[in-house]
C-alpha cells in the first residue's frame, strides 16, 4: 500500500513538474493592442541612487522583473548580462526590477554578486512597481520604446536573440 501511495505521489509530481515546464517553454508573448505609456516609478537601485524610468526617454529601455529564487530568472541571467554588454554604448538600456517584497535585499546583493551582473538592479521592496506593471509571472519583460510607449510585453526567461529581436523590430 503504502508503495503504491509513493507511486501515486512521485507520479503527481512529475506531471506537475512537466506541466511547468511546458508553461515555461511556452512564453507569452504580448503586443499591447493600442500604444500604452509606460509607467513612470522610482527606486533605489543596489549601488544606493535612486533611478526613475523617465530618466532613460529617448532610449529603448529594456525593463526586466525578476526575483533570486525564481529558476528561469536564474537561467536568463547570463543573457542580461551579455545583452547588457554587447549595448553598454548603445541607446538601448537594461533596468533589472528585484521583486524585493518577495525576495530580500541580502539575497539580491548575493545573487548579483555570483551573477556578476554588472547592468541596474533596482529594488522593488514595497512591491508596488511590480503590481503598477501587473507583474503576476516571473521573468517578465517590458520593452520600453524611445518615447516611454511600452512596445511588448515578454514573459518567460529571454535569450540574447529573442532581446535583439525584439530590438530590432521597433
Known amino acids: 500500500m503504502v508503495k503504491k501511495i509513493t507511486s501515486i505521489v512521485i507520479l503527481a509530481i512529475a506531471i506537475v513538474l512537466v506541466a511547468f515546464a511546458i508553461a515555461n517553454a511556452m512564453y507569452k508573448k504580448e503586443k499591447p493592442e493600442s500604444t500604452e505609456q509606460a509607467a513612470d516609478f522610482t527606486l533605489e537601485a543596489l549601488d544606493g541612487t535612486k533611478i526613475s524610468l523617465s530618466d532613460f526617454k529617448g532610449q529603448k529601455v529594456v525593463l526586466n522583473f525578476w526575483a533570486t529564487w525564481c529558476p528561469p530568472c536564474k537561467a536568463e541571467m547570463p543573457h542580461l548580462q551579455n545583452f547588457h554588454e554587447n549595448n553598454e554604448n548603445s541607446d538601448v538600456k537594461l533596468l533589472a ?74
Open 97 to 170: 526590477v528585484n521583486l524585493t517584497a518577495s525576495d530580500s535585499v541580502s539575497n539580491a546583493v548575493d545573487f548579483v554578486d555570483a551573477y556578476e551582473l554588472t547592468f541596474p538592479v533596482l529594488l522593488d521592496v514595497d512591491g508596488e512597481v511590480g503590481q503598477l506593471y501587473e507583474v503576476i509571472t516571473i521573468p517578465t519583460t517590458y520593452f520600453i520604446d524611445e518615447d516611454g510607449n511600452i512596445v511588448e510585453k515578454f514573459i518567460g526567461a529571454l535569450d540574447e536573440e529573442t532581446m535583439e529581436n525584439i530590438i530590432d523590430s521597433y
